[in-house]
């Protein structure tokens, strides 16, 4: 049996009262969102918001243009 969201759980409300909750709920500084995002980040990815993994360098690689005269 395939998994079914509840449908009555959630309101759509009005445009004002989205505005309103998003003006009190969401972090003033973009610091606060950054801090949010990070540990949002943490949570979906199962890391210690205190120890990221590191970034994986194999991944990208860098090279100089060739530089044509003329």
Known sequence: MPFR???TAHHAGTHEQAAEYYAQNQPATPAERLRAAA???SAAF????NNPPRL????FATRRHAYRNG
């Open 5 to 7: 969201r509840a449908r």
């Open 39 to 41: 540990y949002l980040n």
């Open 46 to 49: 199962g890391y210690d918001l």
């Open 56 to 59: 994986g360098r194999t991944a």
